[in-house]
């Protein structure tokens, strides 16, 4: 049996109008570093998931680091 990838292309086209108006936003105000896109979002993913706070990293080794260090795993830990 062929499992067929994902098709991201056709993913994209449903959301582009407002993925492509929220990167233009972004890139014109310069802010990519907590700027006011960046609290909006942070709102919003938190209530998305029901929780009061949530807090954007710059890429998932970011969240990893800091999720590790938040349980106390620190190197030499198994």
Do not use: R
Request: net charge negative; aromatic share 8%.
């Amino acid at each position: 049996m062929k499992i067929p990838l994902i098709n991201l292309k056709k993913q994209y086209e449903i959301i582009s109008e407002q993925a492509n108006k929220k990167v233009y936003e972004v890139l014109t105000s310069a802010q990519y570093i907590m700027g006011e896109n960046v609290k909006e979002f942070e709102k919003e993913f938190s209530e998305y998931i029901g929780v009061k706070h949530s807090i954007s990293v710059g890429n998932g080794t970011d969240a990893l680091v800091i999720a590790l260090e938040a349980l106390g795993i620190g190197e030499g830990d198994e």
